[in-house]
């Protein structure tokens, strides 16, 4: 299997481009962020519980409501720009430029349809969770859940902001004969 480029890294990028790969780069960085939070939370909850006997309160719905929501979704559209997610070049590997364009305008056409699917799904489940004011409760104080509601919506749009850059590419591979800059072809 061969590396995929980055596909928003192609010089020179347009003001739009350079603005997507800053957003999916920020978005990329918060899920690496989640990940060392919740390590440490974690780290945190079993040295408290096993040297003190005294857990910390909550975090397992912190795990779940927070950061696993923010680790996911958070990199979903820095790893599909990259290519990084799970592929299947075998096909890719024969096909010359046209069915490769072929290939990608379908498979952006579903991501991109799946995406947009997901995004309107997800801002009504995280507007319901909003205006609902969604917590988890404890005996002495509640975690509010509703923000994290938001971060799937809001991966899924990023990623269908890649997924229709990634149709233009397929577009440009079926009308063009020499390969798209930084498609890797």
Do not use: K
């Not at 010359?96 to 072929?102: M, S, V």
């Not at 995004?119 to 002495?140: H, M, Q, S």
């Not at 509640?142 to 990023?158: E, K, M, N, S």
């Not at 902001?161 to 591979?173: E, K, M, P, S, T």
């Amino acid at each position: 299997m061969t590396a995929t480029p980055d596909r928003l890294n192609d010089p020179p990028a347009p003001p739009p481009l350079g603005g997507l790969r800053r957003l999916v780069d920020g978005a990329g960085i918060l899920g690496g962020l989640a990940v060392a939070l919740m390590a440490l939370h974690v780290v945190l909850d079993v040295a408290a519980r096993n040297l003190a006997g005294l857990p910390l309160s909550g975090t397992t719905e912190f795990v779940a409501g927070w950061y696993m929501v923010a680790v996911v979704f958070c990199a979903l559209g820095s790893v599909h720009a990259r290519g990084d997610h799970i592929r299947v070049d075998l096909i890719d590997m024969i096909a010359g430029p046209r069915l490769d364009g072929l290939l990608t305008l379908f498979t952006s056409l579903v991501f991109l349809a799946v995406a947009a699917a997901m995004t309107a799904w997800g801002i009504d489940d995280a507007l319901d969770a909003t205006l609902r004011g969604e917590r988890v409760e404890f005996a002495t104080w509640a975690l509010p859940v509703w923000p994290g509601r938001w971060l799937v919506p809001a991966g899924f749009a990023l990623t269908g902001l890649v997924a229709l850059l990634d149709l233009g590419r397929g577009f440009g591979r079926l009308i063009q004969r020499r390969p798209v800059p930084g498609d890797g072809a």
